[in-house]
């Protein structure tokens, strides 16, 4: 078997391509979930410290009552 049938051979085999495809595709999609979740964590971040920072301007009612 010469190396020119080889590689012809290895070239042409199909064999794999789709766990291939299949990993590719789990690698993008897993991509865009930490993309997404990085973005929406820090929205939620910046929501929370924007009551917080309202809630810390904030004082209590005097009721008039001591105990």
Request: glycine share 14%; hydrophobic share 45%.
């Amino acid at each position: 078997m010469t190396a020119r049938s080889v590689i012809n051979r290895f070239w042409h085999d199909e064999a794999g391509a789709t766990g291939v495809e299949y990993g590719l595709l789990l690698a993008m999609i897993a991509l865009a979930i930490l993309g997404a979740s990085t973005t929406i964590g820090d929205f939620i971040t910046n929501g929370f410290n924007g009551f917080g920072d309202t809630l810390a301007g904030v004082s209590a009612p005097d009721t008039g009552t001591t105990h």
